[in-house]
């Protein structure tokens, strides 16, 4: 996808880098970063790892992946955000969001498989309600590197649509329908998968046997640089998944 800037204002503290999907999602990017401090230190707030509803489920030096899962009706409370962020909506969701001594937005849509990207120069601080009468996940993914490191990320061929190219990260879409294929690449940096629809999904390794994901909606795993594979869907389904790399 060609990079897009989303039209959600930015607010302090954060700079909206470019993002898309098409460009009828474009518009509804970042929606959970797009409410943010008014003043209020944000040291007041709890970091977002330990905000309601976000459950941390990695961490180390580069990154921390959230599973963030709200039930009907779900509210966050005010948090915090220090670092850089990557989202991926894993399923629609129709949420409001606001900032400390604010009234919360009207809700608004956005659908799965959305991603977005924020850039944090301050810590920032919002409020995010599931206004849904259904669940709402996405999966976020602080980048801790505190700059980015010069590094070299995958130039990836056909199947792999760009959906964000900036200083921090490259990320790609993957679509696989029911018995296609793509060719083996070398992962050049380190990075995170997210699943956004599952399935049966074969990776060939050279030199070693295949081995079968049984793949689900929400699954994240980080990925290490250096790593050759190829990919094939085995299942009845269309796999869909985000992977990115980051600079």
Known sequence: MPAMRADAPAKAGVRLLPTSRTAALAGAALLFLSAMSDGTPAATYPDVRHATFHQLIFANDDVAILNNHYPPGGDSDYHQHSHDLFAVAITPSFASIGQP????????QQPAGLVSFGAIDAPIVHRVINRSDQPAQFI???IRRPAPMAGLVSERGAGYRLVTDNDRLRAWRILLEPGQALPAFTQRANGVRVVVRGGLLVTQRPGIADQTLALASGDAAFQQAGETRALRNVGTTTIEFVE???K
Do not use: F, H, Y
């Not at 001594?101 to 608004?108: H, K, L, Y």
């Open 101 to 108: 001594g604010q009234a919360m937005s009207e809700p608004r």
């Open 244 to 246: 990115l790399e980051l």
């Open 140 to 142: 976020a993914i602080e």
